[in-house]
């Protein structure tokens, strides 16, 4: 795969997020009626960061090499982007202030020692994912719970191949699949502004990009997103639907590498029904021991 083009990523990213903001919600007054772009034009994107229009043409077109602390920020303000936006686009300004920079490879497995702590995590699902959404480490009940994303024989699995080139089997397994498509989208882009030379990363995308005509539309949105907590709906065919509080953390020692963990209130259905998921599992363990020893 070619490596991705930085001054499209740039040109595109800013001009998508121009598109989006009325006069009005910029508190600029709107002269005229026949208003030929969508969204802000580029005079009035300098105008509320300060900058000369020339040096906004420039940026817009792909140039952020240079650009300080203090532009990017009022960028950031004139064009009202959230915290993962704002960090999408000081990755880009620092991914093109330079000659590309070799990154370390993001890890295919996981020491020792986080399998540990993951298996140790014994009343919830937990699974350690690196920024490409290669899965690297499950316990138990995330094996259990992720069991059709495991279904697919490649290694590691990747939870948003599953989502865009498996989308009948995602659909029964995500309750709210939409939203999912576009999270798993938008933080693969988040992704891409860190490391615009990983060429696994690339490879991926290419893959998602020729196969999906969903990807290809999410991609094409320039949206990015962070994954932090929330909630998440899944089904499974044993306990039926589980209602999940999730939290992605990463590891300090490890950059790059998240701990994802599901959770549910303490006596709440979903709850109950984790416990029952706990019980299928080790009564599965069991059965599969008992036949390792009589054969």
Request: net charge neutral; glycine share 6%.
């Amino acid at each position: 795969m070619p490596p991705m083009d930085l001054r499209a990523e740039i040109r595109e990213f800013l001009s998508s997020r121009r598109a989006r903001i009325t006069p009005e919600q910029a508190g600029l007054p709107a002269y005229g009626g026949n208003r030929r772009v969508k969204g802000l034009r580029r005079e009035e994107v300098a105008m509320l960061a300060g900058v000369s229009v020339d040096y906004y043409v420039r940026m817009e077109r792909g140039s952020l090499a240079g650009a300080s602390e203090g532009v990017l920020d009022a960028l950031a303000i004139a064009l009202q982007l959230d915290d993962a936006e704002r960090d999408h686009l000081y990755d880009l300004a620092r991914e093109s202030g330079s000659s590309p920079r070799r990154r370390r490879a993001k890890q295919g497995t996981v020491r020792p020692a986080i399998q540990q702590v993951v298996d140790a995590i014994g009343d919830a699902p937990a699974w350690v994912r690196n920024g490409r959404h290669d899965i690297l480490a499950m316990n138990p009940l995330a094996r259990a719970l992720y069991a059709p994303v495991l279904a697919d024989p490649r290694r590691p699995a990747n939870t948003t191949r599953f989502i865009y080139l498996h989308p009948e089997a995602a659909r029964e397994l995500f309750v709210d699949y939409d939203a999912v498509a576009r999270d798993a989208a938008a933080m693969l882009r988040l992704e891409a502004g860190r490391n615009p030379h990983d060429k696994a990363l690339i490879a991926l995308v290419g893959e998602l990009s020729t196969c999906s005509e969903l990807f290809r539309q999410r991609w094409a949105s320039q949206d990015v997103r962070y994954h932090r907590s929330g909630r998440k709906r899944l089904r499974h065919p044993v306990v039926g639907q589980l209602d999940l509080d999730f939290e992605d953390l990463e590891f300090p020692s490890e950059p790059g590498l998240h701990l994802n963990v599901y959770t549910a209130p303490a006596g709440s259905p979903t709850s109950d029904a984790l416990k029952l998921l706990a019980s299928w599992v080790a009564t599965q363990a069991a059965t599969e021991a008992t036949s390792a020893k009589d054969s």
